[in-house]
Protein backbone atom coordinates (compact mmCIF):
# COMPACT_ATOMS: atom_id res chain seq x y z
CA UNK A 1 0.00 0.00 0.00
CA UNK A 2 2.62 2.60 1.01
CA UNK A 3 4.83 1.54 -2.40
CA UNK A 4 1.52 2.51 -4.25
CA UNK A 5 0.75 5.43 -2.28
CA UNK A 6 4.30 6.79 -3.39
CA UNK A 7 4.34 5.65 -6.76
CA UNK A 8 0.82 7.67 -7.26
CA UNK A 9 2.18 10.82 -5.42
CA UNK A 10 5.61 11.03 -7.65
CA UNK A 11 2.98 10.66 -10.95
CA UNK A 12 0.74 13.15 -9.54
CA UNK A 13 3.95 15.58 -8.76
CA UNK A 14 5.20 15.27 -12.34
CA UNK A 15 2.07 15.76 -14.18
CA UNK A 16 1.90 18.53 -11.94
CA UNK A 17 5.45 20.04 -13.46
CA UNK A 18 4.61 19.27 -16.66
CA UNK A 19 1.27 21.15 -16.38
CA UNK A 20 2.69 24.28 -14.89
CA UNK A 21 5.56 24.36 -17.54
CA UNK A 22 2.79 23.91 -20.56
CA UNK A 23 0.41 26.58 -19.19
CA UNK A 24 3.42 28.95 -18.97
CA UNK A 25 4.50 27.84 -22.46
CA UNK A 26 0.70 28.55 -23.66
CA UNK A 27 0.34 31.44 -21.70
CA UNK A 28 -2.17 30.47 -19.41
CA UNK A 29 -0.42 32.24 -16.24
CA UNK A 30 -3.49 32.30 -14.24
CA UNK A 31 -3.69 28.49 -14.05
CA UNK A 32 0.04 28.19 -14.01
CA UNK A 33 0.33 30.17 -11.02
CA UNK A 34 -3.00 28.43 -9.09
CA UNK A 35 -0.95 24.94 -9.82
CA UNK A 36 2.05 26.85 -7.71
CA UNK A 37 -0.31 28.34 -5.32
CA UNK A 38 -1.54 24.19 -4.63
CA UNK A 39 1.46 22.89 -4.36
CA UNK A 40 2.79 25.47 -1.43
CA UNK A 41 -0.18 24.92 0.08
CA UNK A 42 -0.02 21.02 0.64
CA UNK A 43 3.17 21.47 1.76
CA UNK A 44 2.63 23.69 4.35
CA UNK A 45 -0.73 21.57 4.97
CA UNK A 46 2.31 18.55 5.54
CA UNK A 47 4.30 20.85 7.45
CA UNK A 48 1.45 21.04 9.73
CA UNK A 49 0.36 17.95 10.12
CA UNK A 50 3.98 17.12 10.74
CA UNK A 51 3.95 19.75 13.47
CA UNK A 52 1.13 18.52 15.29
CA UNK A 53 1.73 14.64 15.23
CA UNK A 54 5.10 15.52 16.81
CA UNK A 55 3.52 17.59 19.50
CA UNK A 56 1.06 15.04 19.98
CA UNK A 57 4.26 12.39 20.62
CA UNK A 58 6.18 14.67 22.76
CA UNK A 59 3.27 14.94 24.99
CA UNK A 60 2.50 11.07 24.82
CA UNK A 61 5.78 10.41 26.03
CA UNK A 62 6.13 13.04 28.71
CA UNK A 63 2.91 11.22 30.05
CA UNK A 64 4.10 7.60 30.02
CA UNK A 65 7.73 9.01 31.09
CA UNK A 66 5.82 10.72 34.25
CA UNK A 67 3.63 7.78 34.84
CA UNK A 68 6.90 5.27 35.04
CA UNK A 69 8.68 7.99 37.58
CA UNK A 70 5.56 7.93 39.79
CA UNK A 71 5.45 4.50 39.93
CA UNK A 72 9.07 3.70 40.70
CA UNK A 73 8.58 6.17 43.56
CA UNK A 74 5.54 4.67 44.98
CA UNK A 75 7.61 1.24 44.73
CA UNK A 76 10.28 2.77 46.50
CA UNK A 77 8.22 4.19 49.00
CA UNK A 78 6.68 0.76 49.74
CA UNK A 79 9.70 -0.43 50.37
CA UNK A 80 11.32 1.53 52.00
CA UNK A 81 8.25 1.37 55.05
Known amino acids: MKKVMIRLLIILSLALLVGIIACFYLGYFMYAYGM ?34 QTELYRADRENE
Not at 49 to 68: E, G, P, T
Open 36 to 69: IFLIIAVLFGLGQAASVNNSVWLHQNSYDRHIRE
